[in-house]
């Protein structure tokens, strides 16, 4: 069955507008488990600030994923680019210590026609990926070309910012749950082999060095068992298997997939992962680095309607079960990083993210906080 999980309750491009009893005895990790170096990643959900950002850092965040949505820095045709929200995470990161993974997604409505997304509210997303012609090609290559022009190394904002300690962006991820409806309204894996192939060649045309990862695909959403046509969503598994086999040499682009893997208790991440894995094995890209660029669950009140509600205690309980799997299954996995979402509660943003933060309103540390900071071997400060 599908899993309904982290809906947006307002605009999908808003995604940054302030955007189990066995598994509460586990017991905590041994420090003798080898993960790959800078793997203990987070999501804000609005902007930290210099002091949160550094105690972010003494906890033992290694990296922070951030959203880049092309509609908020070019909203208009012709309009000056405002990198305003970016260059804030950017700088308070490259000021704590912490790397920076973007996640570049989004259209404006002069690129790409808005739709509206099918199911309750009034959600709108790009109808399409920006493939369908030239016109939209080229827009799309040229906002990429800005973006690493800007963070990559030797960027204008580490030219305007010789403060900061340089810390250029080399790793991008292309798009955001490039499967679901509500960051494209058709998804399609051949406009998403295209967007791959787009992408890379305008990202390496700035910096040849850089390198680039699949956007996160939401594992199973319900919206894939519909027979609605076009579909409106797609299993990962599904996703990456005709992204595969639409776009002959697509492997060449990428280094690594990234997945969110969003489940109502984290013993179901084996076979959802598992299963992840063996597309690639058959696509003979077994090879291939894991990304698990969203995973969280809320710390609300336990809810029948809200599969990811688990109260405080709960929340703890489903942090540490999903770390344990990551820990002890990194190497097989071949697992880079993992990425909780999120630093902070945001209300009204998505159905649990008023929840899904290790820190309350004020930035008040929750326990998961702490669950947190004992895998990541850090302090809580």
């Known amino acids: 069955m599908g899993l309904e ?138 906002f990429l070309k800005l973006v690493v ?86 299993f990962a598994t599904d996703f990456l298997n005709e992204l595969y086999r639409s776009t002959p040499g697509v492997k060449r682009k990428f280094v690594g997939v990234a997945l969110h893997p969003y489940v109502s208790r984290y013993q179901l991440l084996t076979p959802e992962i598992e299963e992840f894995r063996r597309v690639l094995s058959r696509d003979h890209d077994a090879g291939k680095q894991l990304w698990i660029t969203e995973i969280g669950w809320s710390s609300e009140r336990e809810s029948k309607s809200d599969s990811f509600a688990k109260g405080p205690r709960g929340q703890v309980a489903q942090l540490k079960g999903a770390f344990n799997l990551f820990q002890r299954n990194a190497a097989k996995w071949k697992l880079k990083r993992i990425y909780w979402f999120s630093v902070d509660d945001q209300p009204n943003a998505c159905n649990f993210c008023g929840g899904s933060g290790l820190f309350g309103p004020g930035f008040v540390p929750k326990k998961a906080w702490f669950a947190y900071v004992h895998f990541a071997g850090g302090r809580p400060g």
């Not at 509609?71 to 000021?95: H, I, K, N």
């Not at 900061?164 to 082999?193: C, D, S």
């Not at 040849?208 to 199973?220: E, S």
Request: hydrophobic share 45%.
């Open 5 to 142: 999980r982290k809906r947006p309750l307002g605009r999908a491009r808003a995604y940054l507008v302030a955007i189990g009893v066995a598994g509460a005895m586990m017991a905590l990790p041994s420090p003798a488990l080898a993960v790959p170096a800078d793997f203990w990643g987070i999501s804000p959900q609005a902007t930290p600030s210099p002091e949160e950002f550094q105690r972010l850092r003494a906890g033992g965040v290694d990296s922070v994923r951030i959203p880049i949505s092309w509609a908020a820095v070019q909203p208009l045709s012709g309009s000056e680019a405002s990198f305003s929200a970016s260059d804030a995470l950017v700088a308070g990161a490259a000021a704590a210590g912490i790397d920076v993974l973007p996640f570049v997604y989004d259209a404006p409505a002069w690129a790409v026609p808005p739709a509206r997304v099918p199911g309750p509210g009034n959600v709108k997303a790009p109808k399409t990926l920006p493939v369908k012609s030239g016109a939209e090609r080229a827009a799309w290559s040229s």
């Open 149 to 234: 022009g800007r963070y990559g190394p030797g960027g204008s904002f580490w030219a305007t910012n010789s403060a900061l300690p340089e810390r250029p962006i080399r790793t991008w991820q292309i798009w955001n749950e490039e499967n679901f409806k509500y960051f494209v309204v058709r998804p399609n894996p051949a406009e998403y082999g295209k967007l791959v192939n787009v992408s890379y060649a305008a990202i390496r045309s700035v910096d040849p060095g850089a390198k680039l990862i699949l956007g996160g695909m939401f594992a199973r959403p319900k919206e894939a068992e519909f027979k609605s046509k076009p579909p409106q969503a797609y």
